[in-house]
RNA sequence: GCGCCUCUAGCUCAAUUUGGCAGAGCAUCGGACUCUUAAUCCGCAGGUUCGGGGUUCAAGUCCCCGGAGGCGCACCA
């Protein structure tokens, strides 16, 4: 048998406590103070000051860090003590003192390898900036780099938090199939993947949204799921193609009704996250307090384009504004879509909001419900933060023969050739047919809400591994 | 897919508008140092300047081809 190389290691090592609780519980300690308390605490060496007979070593743990204070006359192996890389974890256990210059510490008797860092770390101030590591080797961006750190940290908080202001709103938590026969409830390109033993191919879901509220004709009145949707497009700054989603639906309400929801959620996250409502997204204000701006898809394209269009607008004319605007429509495109396509052009990127957009064209919205007061109309909403799209939602469409003829107006598209259009789902429409109450239904983009709160201009940034371009042979 | 920009030591970056011996800080390695905070000081070592071709007495620098990445546009959340 082999030795193990790592016999030196431990298989476990016991900390009495940690970076942030030690400097919340000495904070007081005058400089040159020595304690009697003894604690073991753990972490990577990210900073060694060796002097002679004395040694400093800055001690990174998750909660903060704290320094090691080492002495050769009574520290255990101080030779190698003082060789320690940048990188290496280490526990160590001692006094808790503080130093003359007033650096809480422990004061090290014991210590211990836990794992040695055979590679190094790059620059100890700057940390790491090429992307190609930050990304591609992310365990050495978030030890070299705190703030990714941070962020990842924030990450985890938001989706707790949501999750656990939704469940004391009486939400359940559901988990519906990821791999879908038809990809359906949200406009966009899948994956495709096969099934071997049914000798099917399946796509990966580009929304939950279709199952989920086939739980509420099931009788769940308050449901949501956080998780992963896939959709087969490009890669962009605020693109990633699997990305994690929060969606939820409630019976008995309206649009309306989600409207609030959506200001109270992302107004509270942001007092969690940060303390107040008014944050800085890339050195710009935003205010999350409620309530929003509320103004109808029409109202804004006016606004923003002086022109009054409305669903009614023939064809012709918004067709050659928008060629104006330096899209050339498609040729199946109606009114509504050219409507949209407006709005996106001429007016979304200069929502810097928080502004809820509301009334969109039934023809760009196939699962959503006609509105009470116009028929051309839908009763969906998007709220706009920092000229994007944060979230979508909408009275649910509950009628199965409207239903029908929204999928097959859908599949018209389809078989001509537009890959983002949806195909019938007859199983959905059979659901529909045994009962959907009146029910809203919300779907937010969990990575787009980290951004913003986080403050970052990159979806990578949020996603511990982004999706890349496969790294080629040549750089290898 | 199209446009703009970037690529130099392990890391972070220099290398004059107008080509002239490829450098610094940190990290590594050797040494000094009993209160450091990106410790300091002395010393050693470290390079296919992304790859290939061209112009030139001379190319990191100029030109062409290719590669990798970033940003913007387009689709979407």
Redesign the pocket.
Known sequence: MAEDPSSCIPYRYERTTTAALLHDQFSDLAAEEETEVRHSVAGRAM?V??????A?V?LVDSSGQV?LFA???TTAKFKEFT?L??GDWIGANGKVVK?????L?ILVEDWVMLAEARL?F?????G?????IRYRQREVDLWANARSREILQSRSTIISETRRMLEEEGFVEVETPMLHPIAGG???RPFVTHHNALDMDLYLRIAPELYLKRLVVGGFEKVFEIGRVF?N??I??????E?TILELYQAYADYEDLMVSMESLVSTLARKLLGTTRIIYQGKEVDLEPPWRRATLEELVEESTGCAFTVDTPVTVMTEFLRDLG?VPESGWGSGKLLM?IY??ACEAHLWGPVIVKDFPVEVSPLARRHRDNQALVERFEVVIAG?????AFSELVDPDDQRSRFEMQALRHANGDE?AMTVDEDYIHALEHGLPPTAGL?M?M??LVMLLTDQP??RDVIAFPT??P??R??E
Do not use: C, M, Y
């Open positions: 900073l000051r060796s002097q002679g007979k004395i400093f800055t320094q002495r050769a006359a060789r890389s940048l130093t003359k210059r007033g650096e510490s190094p790059g620059d100890k101030w700057r790491i900036t090429d992307v190609e949200a406009l966009a959709r497009e490009g962009s700054p605020r693109h990633n193609p990305f899209t396509e996106e052009k994007r799209e944060l979230a979508n983002e779907g983009g990575d787009r990159s979806i890349l371009r790294q080629s040549a750089t």
